[in-house]
């Protein structure tokens, strides 16, 4: 007659949605991103018999890496200081904090939008991407992981261009828009594929008018407008 303990019971422990499990040794074991989803990370020891003098196997034990990589239907995405924060404080009841410098948000903001029938769409501010983000230039890895596990990307770039310092050179609208599609490439060519918007910010500006009708005008011919970009700004 084989006489065996009782089982024991599992040990379940809760993570946010839109976490990404691997082992201390780099090894993929799954995502968490809807409340059913569930992974087995180490499995219990056998239990003991009379074959074993009764004594229960050791279980598994592991290190694990939880990644947090923000879940939302719509990503924020564009250069330090293109007015992100501002639109989503706007566009829901997120108070991020809001400032007129580069890098004012280095984690990213979630803000929800209810509509009257009641239903939500979720928004997240990511961090400022710079040239060089996809080599991570400026954090960027750390930036560029949360725009993964978004569902639709909205490109915020300023009228004005981008200059991250006097040392760096300017960028206008267009070369903003070039780069950020050349970054989000680099670091993983998939995210080219994700549906995309674009808003153009800060046309409230003296001269922006001006100079929304010429990047307009390099959207409406983008190959021809690329191909006369310096060969380091284009995308492949």
Known sequence: MAVKGVPGSDVTMYVPLGISVTSDTG???GDINTAEDK???ARGGAGGGPKEQFRGQIGE??????????????GLVGFPNAGKSTMLSVMSEATPRIASYPFTTIEPELGIMQYLDYRQISMADLPGLIEGASQNVGLGHRFLRHVERTRLLLFVIDVNGFQLSPMHPHRTAFETLVLLNK??????????????????NKMDLPGAREKYDVFAKQIQNYEEATNALEESLRPK
């Open 183 to 200: 970054e989000l490439e680099l670091y993983k060519e998939s995210l080219i594929d994700k549906p995309a918007l674009l808003a153009v």
């Open 27 to 29: 090894q993929p074991l």
């Open 39 to 41: 992974i087995c990370v």
């Open 61 to 74: 034990r592991r290190h694990l890496r939880l990644d947090l990589k923000v879940l939302a239907d719509i």
